[in-house]
């Protein structure tokens, strides 16, 4: 009783770490692109996109060494010194140059490989078969705290209704996502695969809801136009209603996918969890940086296209996994 306590205390101690390394994180890079571009500063030249995907371009290939990492050192201090990469990355907007800025790009990249490989060591090592569902669902519910706040934080520093609307119609939707779901997903969904895919499926609905309304809300043109206002008109009169929804159900749909991807990893690699978090932190990463450097030249609908038929393969990918499982584990107990 007393270990299963500890563990339960680990984990909560793990979400709420990463809640406040993240509240501070998400609201950097919820505003850096339009900070960045406010600022009267002719010798700065970064650009928020372009730091974002050096971070998940880095972050990508240091998975490749996280495990080597996370085994010499241990799982506590890789989590430890990566925290201190990412409070230099918030430090460098007090005075930003453009080098240091995208020099502490780079590092936070690899802290952030080092961060989530521990992450993933550290939860399977203070979970088993019974618990993983719950404690993937309590990590990311604590997680996902951070990005409320860093959001909230973003809406408060708004000027008014009139302000939102503005920046709506110029394509400029900084809090993208609602955080939602996810620690409920990961207490309705123990023990039972049949629950783990149906709320994948979910996910990936949602997901699809959010990016039609986001094709009908926003201009097609918003993600290449920066300096003036969009030269498109969406089908609908932009709403900030729509798009606080659209970011719900992003929110919401990204629950499902995490609460559920960590614990399928979770089970299946039980005793090979630092290598297979790396890896899946590793193709996740190079997705975003790609995703990173194309978002500001490719029109909207191109995007909304590609999220939605990688979407549809991803769950697809995830429903032939878990049928494999489901094989494996009939095939044991004949």
């Known amino acids: 009783r007393s270990m299963a306590d500890k563990s339960t205390y680990n984990v909560v101690i793990l979400g709420v770490g990463f809640l406040l390394i993240f509240t501070a994180f998400t609201t950097c890079g919820n505003v850096e692109q339009t900070v960045l571009k406010g600022l009267n500063n002719s010798t700065f030249s970064g650009s928020g996109y372009h730091s974002l995907g050096i971070i998940y ?16 050192i241990g799982a506590k201090l890789t989590m430890f010194l990566s925290g201190l990469l990412y409070s230099g990355y918030i430090a460098v907007f007090i005075i930003p140059s453009t080098w240091s800025f995208y020099l502490t790009s780079a590092l936070i990249g690899i802290g952030a490989a080092l961060l989530w490989t521990a992450q993933g060591h550290f939860l399977v090592e203070n979970s088993e078969a019974s618990t993983i569902n719950r404690n993937t669902g309590m990590f990311w519910a604590l997680l996902q705290c951070s990005m409320l706040f860093g959001n909230l934080y973003v809406y408060l520093d708004w000027n008014g209704k009139a302000e939102i609307s503005g920046r709506i119609r110029r394509g400029s939707a900084d809090s993208s996502r609602i955080p939602s779901g996810g620690g409920l997903f990961g207490l309705l969904c123990r023990n039972s695969r049949f629950r783990r895919t149906s709320v994948v499926f979910l996910g990936m609905v949602v997901h699809f809801i959010a ?3 986001i094709f009908l809300n926003i201009p097609d043109d918003a993600p290449i136009v920066f300096e003036s206002a969009s030269q498109k008109s969406p089908y609908l009169t932009p709403s900030a209603s729509i798009a606080l929804l659209c970011s719900f159900l992003l929110g919401l749909g990204d629950s499902c996918f995490n609460t559920q991807l960590y614990s399928i990893l979770g089970h299946v690699y039980a005793e090979q969890s630092t290598p297979a978090f790396a890896i899946f932190k590793f193709i996740q990463s190079v997705s975003a940086a790609v995703a990173f450097f194309y978002s500001g030249y490719l029109l909207l609908m191109w995007q909304l296209l590609l999220l939605v038929i990688l979407g549809f393969t991803g769950t697809l990918c995830f429903f032939v996994v878990e049928r494999m499982q489901d094989f494996t584990t009939d095939l044991q107990e004949d």
């Open 211 to 213: 990016s039609y309304l």
């Open 57 to 72: 371009g880095v972050f990508s290939f240091s998975n490749l060494l996280a495990p080597t990492v996370v085994t010499v």
